[in-house]
């Protein structure tokens, strides 16, 4: 089964409304987890790494007030879209990182999101 | 930062051919190649991967190839079946940053039977 899941795995929103969109490690302690952005037909690109009980290290171009990341566990990472628009209609994946240098990596299975 | 470039974007084969899929990456320090499969509205799940240390590595009909000093990694798929129709994505990491993953654009395998 999954080791990674992700909720919703599709949700829908009015313009100008936040989505908030879980990630959670089921069978390991993630210490780091990460957060991609997939449009339709492109390549995962990555938003931002966050580390459990630390502030989220986003990629360029991507705004932290945007898309709000938090850590607060090392099995639970959350990823706030506010004021979602249309732009912001995407296939959100995570990935949740075990502990060690090379620990265990596994993706979950992404959250669809569509904003009206 | 790390480049990942794939190539070819789609690839049709007949069942039971093979299917090669290529990676180039810049960043000497990357020491870490996985591959990924991902179905439509999925996640990517991983199927192979390889670290610097060594050239080729297989897995029944999936094998992946690298060679360091050009720079380059293959994905290659023998026997061909339907169900391994998928989009198949390369990536590129190091130790240092662990998980990070820097992914190729993506190439759309369709087997025809």
């Known amino acids: 089964g999954a080791v990674v899941s992700q909720h919703p795995s599709w949700v829908i929103c009015k313009s100008g409304t936040s989505v908030k969109i879980e990630c959670r490690s089921l069978?390991?302690?993630?210490?780091?987890m990460f957060w991609y952005r997939q449009f339709p037909k492109q390549s995962l690109m990555l938003m931002a790494t966050?580390?459990?009980?630390?502030?989220?290290?986003?990629e360029q171009g991507v705004e932290k007030d945007k898309f709000l990341i938090n850590h607060a566990s090392l099995t639970l990472s959350t990823l706030t879209v506010t004021s979602a628009h249309p732009e912001d209609s995407s296939f959100y994946i995570c990935?949740?990182?075990?502990?060690?240098?090379?620990?265990?990596?596994?993706f979950g299975e992404g959250s669809r999101l569509t904003v009206l | 930062g790390e480049n990942v470039e794939q190539h070819p974007s789609t690839l049709s084969v007949q069942e039971g051919d093979s299917a090669v899929i290529k990676c180039t990456y810049s960043?000497?320090?990357?020491?870490?190649f996985p591959w990924y499969k991902q179905e439509l509205g999925k996640g990517p799940q991983l199927i192979i991967d390889?670290?610097?240390?060594?050239g080729e590595k297989k897995d029944q009909r999936i094998a992946v190839t690298l060679n360091k000093t050009a720079k380059h990694f293959s994905l290659h798929i023998t026997e061909t079946q339907p169900e391994d129709s998928a989009v198949y994505f390369c990536?590129?990491?190091?130790?240092?940053?662990?998980?990070?993953?820097?992914f190729g654009a993506g190439t759309q395998v369709v087997v025809t039977p």
């Open positions: 069978d390991f302690q993630a210490t780091t």
């Open positions: 390889i670290r610097s240390n060594v």
């Open positions: 990935s949740a990182r075990g502990r060690g240098p090379t620990g265990e990596l596994f």
């Open positions: 960043d000497s320090a990357s020491n870490y």
């Open positions: 990536a590129a990491s190091s130790t240092d940053s662990w998980g990070k993953f820097q």
């Open positions: 966050s580390n459990e009980g630390s502030k989220a290290t986003y």
